[in-house]
């Protein structure tokens, strides 16, 4: 079953050969792991996601929350499988020392936490949820909050959730309506409606820790104007158990098309069905400093991005897995030009191995790119000195809105491929692979639409910082390309296109900062971020190649294929994109409403 | 409700200003119709798809067939809805004279179905399949069993299925195991099982008649051996009435990602269940020569392959205009810029407008050459000279498998973009586009995956009549940008680039077809099925293009707007696609299952 989640030896692979995270352990701030505590932990989780994940997988999409007025009910054993979780000790695998942790590095946390999303996406939401919650409050809130809030979410007894969006106000956080009035007996009391949260209710927890992004009456318009607050779906009385139900109810349930598992809520808060010390409002305590709400969230969604791109990557990376194990084993067809021979099995069709290497360098690549991205996390966390540390900060800054594209594009693409190897059988719910689809679908949508992160990228992160960023990050793909012209061989002709595939990104990208139109420019970001995104990830398969270091095996020559498959047959879409761009085209502004 | 199926404007456009179908009716074949009995048609159909299927799409997604071991269940309403159809005479828009019918030219016939492929197309499936069993029994089978079969069907009262796939025969009809014993009483009696027959069980009519694939006891092993016969649910007695159960079972029904109204079941034959004429066999009745099966039913396929083409397109289509209605009533964000301006329609962001006129483009595309390929159809069947016809022939044989898989896979892309638009609306199952996405993503497997269409069009018919029938497509792409030319104007500069196009795609075509290693070429054959329909349907836009005769007003203005955004933003997908297939790249036959 493990095997059919993610391979364990490429995630060895990715994380000791390729991104040295066995280095890690001299840092002062993993100087209590090594390279034991490491494996002996991806070893549980992959057991573990195996184990009590991934047979729920299914159930959970069949038996979705059902919210009958009262409470909300969902199957049984995800109890068990949450308690397994928490007990494993992994909601706290980035606590701090003075709560007791010992914090893992955030390559091998997120290669931890990939088994749990390949296994069983919906129900890894909610532990997730938490650790995001967690780390957000650790980050901002003060001693007093993270002991009353962090702690019983890191022993598994409160679970959390991040209530942003609005029904007017999702892609628009400056429209969030919900505002905040100050009481001088319990802090704040929020009223307003969000919806599309995640874990929003149940009843898998003694709590639920909402933070809530929310105008404090006064306040500025737009984002500047938002605070963060703490709103608990219970009050805590003096010993921090729970007590009266704060005013904070279910207005209803989404019904989706895939990650069923995770209730999906609307939530009314302060609509006065309770009366939290005998007046309605719902009972909010304060983060921080007022009007500071969405900095502080962006602290989290950073990291949540990469999250969603690890969770694409993750379920990319398993229906790729279960297409491979069902094309070794389904017999159709013959060899091309020999119709008297016997049936073969379908990975000998050259069309089914397109769709095989197509996945594998979209999981495997995605995958990478992930860790990649959290490498470069513990390194701003970790980093000997503050050059590097800003080096770092300024490579993740770049490449964040590609974490999180890419996998929910290509990744999603290689989860449909898994349903076409499967033919008709795909496409039954007999097989994984069509649930796969549904679930990775919500990928390019949630913590920012795709066409969000296309403006993050190149109005904020390239026009914003006059290419920076990405000039760094051109500097480590250079460096890469060095090594494999220095290598010679194979690898120097890879290095050959990526270089100049590279040198026309820049090319064009200084075009794009010169002075110009920006509402032309910014009108094609979303062509500009498929290709950068591709040349990122045709970079970090050279550099994977570079990785297996010319050794023997099938693996390593599985790598080495995935490689030069991503390179002739992806790369290549690169091109067309980036001259798309450097055009200028107006077709996108001059259309209007009425000609569609 | 019906102006979010189909655009009435663009089929009359399509129909009329393009296609010249009111001149048909000058030909004997259809000579007592006008252009006011194809509108009135047209029309009707539009309004019974609106009032009578479409109401029922999320019904039947949401109940399922049930077999409870004895019948299967299918909601009430379904009925009601087929009775509809077949009262308004659409089963018989094909029929002969001599059954009483006024056959209705195919360009008409698949514009009217289009409207039910929109609605519901589930349920259009039970009507489509009967249409498509009776148009081969019309063609192949004898006067008498026309008369036994088609008849009933045509009345309504006798559902009609295809039954080819089997277990272990799914793309490879070669190993069809299903046999067929003489029987001297009967004629034949059929043993094995049959998978994914859609509208396999049910009782929904009184009869359901199984065209059956089977192997007759010493005919040759592969498809020269096969044999195909009727095989009905239900014997007939005298009078044509149904009377003893055949021996035919239902073993089970597949529950699918989508689709999901149209019961799809393993069928057992001869299993010895029922004992027609007291002993085990179905009962089953050969149709025209023995041998010649796969033949016959390949006169089924491909308009069958046109008919998913058209499903595809339809529900591409639904899904583009709902998109569009919501963008347009949508208001989130602000123009950009701006951030003190009121917030506005999201139609209004470009990046929305690029994925609505993708949309537009893949929809109106799509449509637009299944109607071209069904109106070469009527070609064949009527024109007045036989080099006409035969070029008509030659025409749709190269198109078909681009009819088929063109639209399965960028019609599809179009409706997730649908869901995209919606953002997490579009995830949700309170809105229809997710359903359509779920429903469209059969349309790359059934009557042959997209990889099978593949081969079919660069193997069997490039290499196969050594590229006859695409330099006939040439010459009338190349008649087109003639007349592009000769208009000059923007039409001119677009024909310009799509010139440029086929001189490459021609070139690399003569490259393919000189002596070479064959297995290394079709290794290849997606890429040039797709390089090869995105210049199809650039060929089609043009044509559109030139169809407006720069006529002023918004809807012509938006199919110039479509034609300059596939020519600018989807041509340029084929380049690197035909540089692909020209380079003869090796990594899919060299990597080895192993590697993997």
């Known amino acids: 079953m493990v095997a059919t989640l993610l391979s364990a030896r490429d995630v060895e692979f990715l994380l000791y050969d390729w991104l040295q995270a066995a280095e890690l352990p001299q840092r002062a701030r993993f100087s209590t792991h090594s390279r034991e505590t490491f494996d002996a932990l991806l070893a549980m989780c992959a057991d573990l996601a195996a184990s009590e994940f991934a047979p729920l997988n299914r ?50 946390r997120t290669a931890c936490l990939a088994w749990f999303q390949a296994a069983n996406i919906a129900l890894a939401a909610y532990p997730f949820l938490t650790i995001a919650n967690m780390n957000l409050l650790l980050a901002h809130a003060s ?21 942003l969006s609005e029904p007017g106000a999702g892609s628009s956080l400056a429209d969030i309506t ?5 009481d001088a007996a319990t802090g704040h009391r929020v009223f307003g409606n969000k919806m599309w949260i995640s874990g929003g209710e149940h009843d898998l927890a003694e709590n639920i820790v909402h933070l809530v992004l929310a105008r404090i ?52 808060f302060g609509e006065g069905k309770h009366l939290p010390h005998g007046s309605p409002g719902a009972v909010a305590h304060l983060v921080g400093q007022p009007n500071r709400g969405l900095e502080y969230m962006f602290h989290m969604m950073n990291e949540a991005r990469i999250g969603v791109g690890a969770g694409a990557a993750a379920l990319g990376y398993t229906a790729y897995l279960k297409a491979l194990a069902y094309a070794r084993e389904r017999i159709q067809g013959r060899p091309f030009g020999n119709r008297t021979a016997a049936p073969t099995a379908i990975i000998q069709h050259p ?23 959290a490498r470069l996390v513990d390194e701003a966390n970790s980093a000997l ?40 059988y795909g496409y039954t719910r007999d097989h994984d692979v069509e649930q796969h689809y549904r679930d990775n679908r919500l990928n390019l949508i949630h913590e920012g639409t795709n066409g969000i992160q296309a403006l993050d990228l190149l109005g904020r992160k390239v026009l914003g910082d006059r290419g920076i960023g990405l000039r760094a990050l051109f500097e480590t793909v250079q460096t890469c390309i060095a090594a494999a012209n220095a290598g010679g061989g194979e690898g120097a002709e890879l290095a050959d296109q990526l270089a100049h595939t590279w040198r026309h990104l820049m090319e064009v990208t200084d075009q794009l900062i010169a002075p110009g139109e920006t509402a032309a420019t910014l009108a094609l ?34 790598k080495r294929a995935a490689c030069r498959y991503f390179h002739r047959y992806e790369l290549p879409r690169v091109t067309w994109r980036l001259e798309l761009v450097a055009s200028g085209d107006r077709t996108l502004l001059e259309v209007v409403d009425a000609q569609f």
């Open 59 to 108: 159930l959970l999409d069949d038996q979705e929350p059902r919210f009958d007025g009262e409470r909300v009910h969902q199957p049984e054993p995800v109890r068990r499988a949450l308690q397994a979780f928490t007990d494993a000790g992994l909601l706290g695998l980035a606590l701090p020392p003075k709560l007791g942790g010992e914090p893992v590095p955030a390559v091998v």
């Open 143 to 163: 001693e007093d909050q993270v002991q009353t809030w962090v702690a019983p979410m890191a022993a598994g007894r409160f679970f959390g959730t991040m209530c």
């Open 178 to 182: 919900t505002k905040a009035v100050p």
């Open 217 to 268: 009456v006064g306040a500025p318009a737009g984002v500047k104007g938002l605070s963060l607050f703490i709103v608990p779906k219970f009050l805590l009385d003096e010993q921090g158990n729970v007590a009266d139900r704060n005013d904070v109810t279910l207005a209803g349930l989404n019904h989706k098309m895939g990650y069923r598992g995770t209730v999906n809520a609307l939530l009314n």
């Open 351 to 373: 069309d089914v191995r397109r769709m095989l290497l197509a996945q594998k360098a979209y999981a495997e690549g995605g995958l990478a790119l992930v860790l990649y991205c």
């Open 385 to 424: 000195s503050p050059a590097d540390r800003e080096q770092a900060d300024l490579l993740l800054d770049v490449l964040t809105p590609i974490a999180k594209a890419w996998p929910s594009q290509w990744c999603l693409a290689g989860t449909d491929l898994a349903i076409q190897v499967h033919g008709g």
């Open 525 to 558: 970001a979303s062509f500009y971020l498929e290709a950068v995104g591709h040349a990122v990830v045709a970079w970090i398969w050279l550099a994977q190649f570079l990785a297996t270091d010319r050794r023997p095996g099938d693996f390593y020559e599985g």
